[in-house]
């Protein structure tokens, strides 16, 4: 160790502000650490309930509140903005971008928790009319596509076209699937009944469809049942076994056993798989540690790569032992792999060894889904619960894991309003919100096509 190094705090970099990077960050307060958070958004994202954002239940920052604010009183830390282009593993750098301007930073120690992205399955022209549900951006296009099918219905004198407009088809029927399909159901029976004079939004026609068997695969049979039986009471149809084999503007065209059959749709919402950030095949290919075929890397028990215990990969982006893509598994690991910095840095200032490192353990704290207001399915240990007793146990643990109590008590009360009365306070959407990313991609390829023949010329030259 160089007088240098002895000189200097421990750097920290931190790739991502979901749950594991930013429980890292906060995990390591107290420790004489200097803290860089590198996120490409702003703000911390409770991820799981976006899905109340496209449905209007909440606003965005009632989930999402400023990075900076939420670490304004820890000394230690500093946020970055910057999409992460490269990690370099060997000399210890994070190179990333921001509007043109690329910044370098070095670390002691890595923590990697860029999370994941929607997964089309290799069919990602899916995406321009079948949104996910990753981001703040997707949340509220949604909300603006869902609310401006009924818009459009409202002013429609076809009957095909208003039956097509009123049609909302939900890809996925995992927790997300199923909890969007619920809350569609409900604002079209609930809140927008009787606000509408041409048309009935009580005829919406909500299709949840799967290829896989059930609904809720990870979930026990009792649970998914329960789950399945709600969705049917709220008029919500499921179709199992049935794989998307085409999306375009007008719908969707579906393959199941009895062969291939088009439904016509103006609304369809992704939420069928997600594959890890590129970072980490990135990683991968620099230590020789394996992916899995979401793109996952595959870690060693203490949560770092092969030769790099420097180096941990938290959350979305990381396999072991099959855990699964939880909010808790990323909470988990964030402070875990602080844990160990913490413990290592202050061996080091005493001058003494490394502490053994104990293997990640991940404490399953159950898993829940809320199908609609006063309904839930959760499982806590050997515990399974449905009703109105799971409702309420969702709607504490989630309001427990929002970050900031402004964001608690904002949601608490948006909770009150919506599944108490009828209305819900955030159904403003705009045209901006339905049309920006599809106008951003097209600027983006534009740009790019541009690039091409210019570094050609260049090349020439």
Known sequence: MSDTSLARRHRVVVIGSGFGGLFATKALKRTDVDVTLIDRTTHHLFQPLLYQVATGILSEGEIAPATRLVLEDQQNASVLIGGVEKIDVADRTVTSTHRGRTTVTEYDSLVVSAGARQSYFGNDHFAEHAPGMKTIDDALELRGRILGAFESAEVSTDPAERARLLTFVVVGAGPTGVEMAGEIAQLAHRTLAGAYRTIDPRDARIILLDAAPTVLPPFDDKLRRAAADTLEDLGVEIQLGAMVTDVDDDGLTVRDQDGERRIEAACKIWSAGVAASPLGRQLAEQTGADTDRAGRVLVEPDLTLPGHSNVFVVGDMMNRDGLPGVAQ?????????????????????????????????????????????????????????????????????????????????????????????????????????????????????????????????????
């Open 329 to 461: 598994v990323a909470i988990q690991g964030g402070r875990y792999a602080a844990q160990l910095i913490a413990a290592e840095v202050r061996a080091h200032r005493k001058g003494r060894d490394k502490p053994e490192r104990a293997p990640f353990r991940y404490t399953d704290k159950g898993s829940m889904a809320m199908i609609s207001r006063f309904h839930a399915v959760a499982k806590v240990g050997r515990l399974q619960l449905t009703g109105l007793l799971a409702w309420l146990l969702w709607l504490l643990i989630h309001l427990v894991y929002i970050v900031g109590f402004k964001s608690r008590l904002a949601t608490a009360i948006s909770w009150t309003w919506s599944f108490l009365g009828r209305t819900r306070g955030h159904l403003a959407v705009t045209e901006q919100q339905v049309v920006a990313r599809t106008a951003i991609n097209r600027l983006d390829a534009w740009e790019d096509s541009r690039a091409v023949p210019e570094a050609a010329t260049a090349s020439a030259r």
